[in-house]
T-cell receptor
Framework: DAKTTQPNSMESNEEEPVHLPCNHS???????IHWYRQLPSQGPEYVIH???SNVNNRMASLAIAEDRKSSTLILHRATLRDAAVYYC??????????FGTGTSLTVIP | GAGVSQSPRYKVAKRGQDVALRCDPI?????LFWYQQALGQGPEFLTY????????KSGLPSDRFFAERPEGSVSTLKIQRTQQEDSAVYLC?????????????FGPGTRLTVL
């Protein structure tokens, strides 16, 4: 199963954009790229997903490299409520999500 | 609309006791997943159900762990003869479909502490 690589931690100032990178060099053609985040003492929460094209929703944007070997989650204006662990996950038509250790985002007021 | 619920939220067990953790998925969701999350780690897959069928149990760490979803709705994760290394948060998630594009909806988790 394809795995992902993310920085352990990142910091951002409040109200500034945040770019969270993810490398997935062994991605296959059928793997969707999912992003989830987990706030302290809560279950993970869906953020966004995509296959080949860039995606936007009310929470974030997902930029996918042309070769699909990397992607970037973009939070356009970080707020204190965005402080969480962000997980980049690949999923084909299978049963398992491999979360890894994610990126812990700190938002500085 | 109700999300995924789990009960109990917290469970303390003495080593050797059996425990049962319950998951109520979103109504109509076909897929149901169980994960184990140790402190400071990401969730790790345990098992997967499609309706009532347990299609993947490759993540269950030992034969002390057993999961069921007899009517394709509520699921129970049972741990027999609990050990200290079983202490973790157990997360349940449901999904409306089976394909890779379907998002998972997670419950709040059950924090199990084995003394």
């Amino acid at each position: 199963d394809a795995k992902t690589t993310q920085p352990n931690s990142m910091e951002s100032n409040e109200e500034e954009p945040v770019h969270l990178p993810c490398n997935h060099s062994t991605i296959s053609g059928t793997d969707y790229i999912h992003w989830y985040r987990q706030l302290p003492s809560q279950g993970p929460e869906y953020v966004i997903h995509g296959l080949t094209s860039n995606v936007n929703n009310r929470m974030a944007s997902l930029a996918i490299a042309e070769d699909r070997k990397s992607s970037t989650l973009i939070l356009h204006r970080a707020t204190l409520r965005d402080a969480a662990v962000y997980y980049c996950i690949l999923r084909a038509t299978g049963n398992q999500f491999y979360f890894g250790t994610g990126t812990s985002l700190t938002v500085i007021p | 609309g109700a999300g995924v619920s789990q009960s109990p939220r917290y469970k303390v067990a003495k080593r050797g006791q059996d425990v049962a953790l319950r998951c109520d998925p979103i109504s109509g969701h076909v897929s149901l997943f169980w994960y184990q999350q140790a402190l400071g780690q990401g969730p790790e897959f345990l098992t997967y159900f499609q309706n009532e069928a347990q299609l993947d149990k490759s993540g269950l760490p030992s034969d002390r762990f057993f999961a069921e979803r007899p009517e394709g709705s509520v699921s129970t994760l049972k741990i027999q003869r609990t050990q200290q290394e079983d202490s973790a948060v157990y997360l349940c998630a449901s999904s409306p479909g089976t394909g890779g594009k379907n998002e998972q909806f997670f419950g709040p988790g059950t924090r199990l502490t084995v003394l």
